[in-house]
């Protein structure tokens, strides 16, 4: 049971409690903590790990999945889940090229058709759990599946081509900045990953949308029984996290400069674990963006470290597991604590 008397709480001669760092304070630390010491092992074991050209192709490979991961902070927070965001990625990816490719919309109309397949997508998946009171892992695991079917037969199996879209690939791969130095450059996808997750928290800490994301989590009935309509903001979250995603399948598309209807099945777990790593809980009510921001990282680096110290690639997915495991059992522990 919570305290609920100050008595109870040490506190100092003044009489007034001690300062204390929240809980999510030292999750983010410790996972901090951990990206710099990955960085700094690998930068050791191999000269080629910190050089610049690298360290951009970290967070390269960081936009898609840590977009990804933003999105299923929310539906985290919650205390649900979301198994589709890899194949509605997919599937936003595909709408995007059709719409671009096949129809001869303008690049910003099939950008607006991305974004919309993937807030569809969460929609649908926020109204079969929250109205048709379907568990999470089944709802989404069943978009999952209707995601990535309807990317083949939409494309046809093929893959979509943006040859004749000008531009369409500086989405990703240009960069406003221009050159930081000579020769160096962030690409845009980078600067769009940090820009989403700038919202992302705002939209967390700063405004009804994030107040009852954690009131539902915390306690979902507690939360119905004081007014709030939780079905209604269930759905805004799942197609929150659904804009996310079609954000992010229209980096990958930019990034690959077509869409590829069989790629997405997989980045699901990875979006996850870089939302576990970064210290929100399986069981709802506590998250940061920070946190998964970090969490997004420290996959890539992971990754990246091991790829360039020639790991094979088997050894690779089962180290990764073995975080995602570790991560999984801290969450467990700090939830036991809390109890």
């Given at each position: ?302 990754t990246n470290g091991l790829r360039i110290l020639s790991v094979p690639q088997e050894w690779q ?14 969450d467990m522990l700090r939830r036991k604590k809390a109890a």
């Amino acid at each position: 049971m919570k305290r609920t008397s100050l008595a109870l709480e040490p506190q100092t001669p003044t009489g007034k409690q001690p300062f204390r760092f929240k809980s999510g304070f030292w999750q983010q630390f410790l996972a901090f903590g951990s990206l710099i010491v990955l960085l700094i092992v690998f930068s050791l074991a191999s000269e080629n790990f910190f050089q610049f050209s690298n360290i951009v192709g970290i967070l390269l490979s960081t936009a898609v999945t840590g977009v990804l991961a933003l999105g299923a902070t929310f539906v985290i927070i919650t205390g649900g889940i979301d198994l589709s965001v890899g194949t509605v990625m997919t599937l936003s990816a595909v709408m995007t090229g059709v719409s671009i490719s096949f129809w001869g919309t303008p690049i910003w109309v099939g950008l607006l058709v991305g974004i919309l397949t993937g807030a569809l997508c969460g929609c649908v998946s926020g109204y079969a759990v929250s109205k048709l009171n379907i568990p999470p892992f089944i709802a989404t695991l069943a978009m999952m599946m209707i995601a990535k079917g309807l990317a083949l037969v939409i494309s046809g199996t093929k893959p979509v081509y943006f040859t004749d879209a000008k531009g369409f690939t500086d989405i990703s791969l240009g960069s406003l900045l221009g050159d930081i130095f000579p020769g160096f450059t962030i690409p845009n996808a980078v600067l769009i990953f940090f820009a989403a997750a700038i919202i992302g928290s705002l939209l967390l800490t700063r405004t009804l949308i994030g107040r009852y994301n954690f009131a539902i989590g915390s306690n979902e009935e507690a939360t119905r029984l004081s007014g709030v309509n939780v079905g209604f903001w269930k759905i805004v979250i799942y197609t929150i996290a659904g804009v996310f995603t079609g954000i992010a399948g229209i980096l990958i598309a930019s990034r690959l400069n077509s869409a590829q209807p069989a790629l997405g099945q997989g980045y699901e777990l990875e979006a996850i674990a870089a939302v576990v790593i970064g210290g929100t809980s399986l069981s709802g009510g506590k998250g940061t963006i920070v946190g998964t921001v970090i969490g997004a990282l420290i996959m890539s680096v992971l990754t990246n470290g091991l790829r360039i110290l020639s790991v094979p690639q088997e050894w690779q997915t089962v180290v990764v597991g073995f975080v995602i495991f570790l991560a999984v059992y801290a969450d467990m522990l700090r939830r036991k604590k809390a109890a």
